[in-house]
């Protein structure tokens, strides 16, 4: 028997004040209510008539949390389906690992190891500290807990790269290979964490989604030589496809560039951009992807007019819809769309737009940590540009022509 749910996350000013935060619960706390979605404006959807965001609630798809009925998988074609006999065990193995949400040139790291074993970097002319790694990543965790405090949260799975070595003044005359642990100073130049909501979920063309929270920070794209000014941080949330582990961003629940001067401002902007998000208008624009094909033919166009793209002579460029990929992104969307096992093409060589969506979001991984957000996104609004243009909208038309 199906239940109603409800997600009533606490007030914004409510969710400030940590140290008398009271979780409010209604109904039952395993179930979420389905709002009506309508193209309005989202603090519309949230706030009433007085337009205060103490009075905001999330309300998250109804059947997130229900019991679903077994929903038919995507046919996928024999000739294009594995010989699980043949397969070895280290294969089957390897499979079943969890899939990372970035690779690229990154590694995985515990938050322990940013809090214990990472300096923490400041701006040189005023020695004024940064908001470190771990730090963003306390706020946002702490913010999640606050917006949805009786629902299940995983801990952060963090991805580094570009490591920034140093050395303590007393070991400034030893060789390195010479230096002790404790002689030795590290940190991350740019970090990506993400921060999953396992119990809210939703199936999109036999694929399973969960809500996520995450953030990206990079170093590089500060001035520590500098006096301290306002830092830059990128937040979303979203969804994440548990199949392959793709993010899936949305323009309204994405921040590009967060600028703060502190902790506490950092934790206002996540909360605003969480209380704002609305998940029911980004799955149904999810949804929709995959309702519409694009032919073999039409995949070749879009596949050869975007390495076209990349050489365009810049006034030719700025008339057509920005596309944020390069030709090693379209090279591996090409080879993923023969070989890749949940997103490759039909018998006849269709394929919808949501599998397109997932080779853009799949090829991303390669991305570096700093521009692996802006490219998630770019992802969506791409595709969302091309079914526009098999329903006549002309925009996007030139990708296909």
Same mark, same amino acid.
């Given at each position: 028997?199906?239940?109603?749910?409800?997600?009533?996350?606490?007030?914004?000013?409510?969710?400030?004040?940590?140290?008398?935060?009271?979780?409010?619960?209604?109904?039952?706390?395993?179930?979420?209510?389905? +709002?009506?979605?309508?193209?309005?404006?989202?603090?519309?959807?949230?706030?009433?008539?007085?337009?205060?965001?103490?009075?905001?609630?999330?309300?998250?798809?109804?059947?997130? /949390?229900?019991?679903?009925?077994?929903?038919?998988?995507?046919?996928?074609?024999?000739?294009?389906?594995?010989?699980?006999?043949?397969?070895?065990?280290?294969?089957?193995?390897?499979?079943?690992?969890?899939?990372?949400?970035?690779?690229? /040139?990154?590694?995985?790291?515990? *938050?322990?190891?940013?809090?214990?074993?990472?300096?923490?970097?400041?701006?040189?002319? =005023?020695?004024?500290?940064?908001?470190?790694?771990?730090?963003?990543? =306390?706020?946002?965790?702490?913010?999640?807990?606050?917006?949805?405090?009786?629902?299940?949260?995983?801990?952060?799975?963090? +991805?580094?790269?570009?490591?920034?070595? !140093? +050395?303590?003044?007393?070991?400034?005359?030893?060789?390195?290979? &010479?230096? *002790? =642990?404790?002689?030795?100073?590290?940190?991350?130049?740019?970090?990506?964490?993400?921060?999953?909501?396992?119990?809210?979920?939703?199936?999109?063309?036999?694929? $399973?989604?969960?809500?996520?929270?995450?953030?990206?920070?990079?170093?590089?794209?500060?001035?520590?030589? $500098?006096?301290?000014?306002?830092?830059?941080?990128?937040?979303?949330?979203?969804?994440?496809?548990?199949?392959?582990?793709?993010?899936?961003?949305?323009?309204?629940?994405?921040?590009?560039?967060?600028?703060?001067?502190?902790? *506490?401002?950092?934790?206002?902007?996540?909360?605003?951009?969480?209380?704002?998000?609305?998940?029911?208008?980004?799955?149904?624009?999810?949804?929709?992807?995959?309702?519409?094909?694009?032919?073999?033919?039409?995949?070749?166009?879009?596949?050869?007019?975007?390495?076209?793209?990349?050489?365009?002579?810049?006034?030719?460029?700025?008339?057509?819809? *920005?596309?944020?990929?390069?030709?090693?992104?379209?090279?591996?969307?090409?080879? &993923?769309?023969?070989?890749?096992?949940?997103?490759? +093409?039909?018998?006849?060589?269709?394929?919808?737009?949501?599998?397109?969506? $997932?080779?853009?979001?799949?090829?991303?991984?390669?991305?570096?940590?700093?521009?692996?957000?802006?490219?998630?996104? $770019?992802?969506?609004?791409?595709?969302? !540009?091309?079914?526009?243009?098999?329903? !006549?909208?002309?925009?996007?038309?030139?990708?296909?022509?």
């Amino acid at each position: 028997m199906d239940t109603q749910n409800i997600i009533k996350p606490t007030a914004f000013n409510e969710a400030l004040e940590t140290s008398n935060f009271t979780p409010k619960l209604e109904k039952d706390t395993n179930t979420m209510e389905l +709002r009506n979605v309508a193209y309005k404006q989202i603090r519309d959807i949230f706030l009433d008539d007085s337009d205060s965001i103490e009075e905001a609630e999330i309300f998250y798809p109804s059947k997130m /949390n229900e019991e679903h009925k077994p929903e038919p998988q995507k046919e996928v074609q024999a000739f294009l389906m594995p010989n699980l006999e043949d397969a070895s065990t280290e294969e089957v193995l390897k499979e079943s690992e969890p899939k990372p949400f970035i690779i690229a /040139n990154t590694i995985e790291v515990p *938050l322990h190891h940013l809090k214990q074993d990472c300096i923490v970097p400041v701006f040189s002319k =005023d020695n004024e500290r940064t908001v470190a790694h771990q730090e963003f990543i =306390d706020v946002v965790l702490n913010a999640t807990q606050k917006v949805f405090p009786h629902h299940s949260i995983t801990d952060p799975e963090i +991805r580094v790269s570009h490591i920034v070595k !140093g +050395r303590t003044p007393e070991a400034i005359y030893k060789n390195a290979k &010479d230096l *002790l =642990d404790h002689e030795k100073t590290i940190y991350y130049e740019r970090m990506a964490f993400i921060i999953k909501i396992p119990s809210i979920t939703e199936v999109v063309n036999g694929n $399973n989604l969960s809500l996520c929270i995450g953030g990206v920070r990079a170093y590089n794209q500060e001035n520590l030589y $500098n006096k301290k000014t306002l830092e830059k941080f990128k937040f979303f949330i979203g969804f994440q496809n548990q199949v392959c582990m793709n993010l899936c961003v949305w323009s309204d629940g994405f921040v590009e560039d967060m600028r703060v001067s502190n902790a *506490l401002e950092l934790q206002s902007k996540a909360l605003e951009v969480m209380q704002n998000y609305n998940a029911d208008l980004h799955l149904m624009e999810i949804k929709e992807l995959s309702q519409d094909y694009l032919t073999e033919h039409q995949f070749a166009q879009l596949i050869g007019k975007s390495r076209l793209y990349q050489h365009l002579p810049k006034q030719e460029k700025q008339k057509i819809p *920005l596309l944020n990929f390069n030709d090693s992104h379209i090279n591996t969307m090409a080879k &993923d769309y023969y070989e890749d096992k949940n997103f490759c +093409r039909l018998e006849d060589g269709m394929i919808n737009l949501w599998d397109v969506y $997932n080779l853009f979001t799949q090829a991303n991984k390669s991305s570096y940590i700093d521009t692996f957000l802006d490219r998630n996104l $770019n992802a969506f609004e791409f595709s969302r !540009g091309i079914q526009k243009t098999l329903n !006549g909208n002309s925009d996007y038309h030139w990708f296909l022509s």
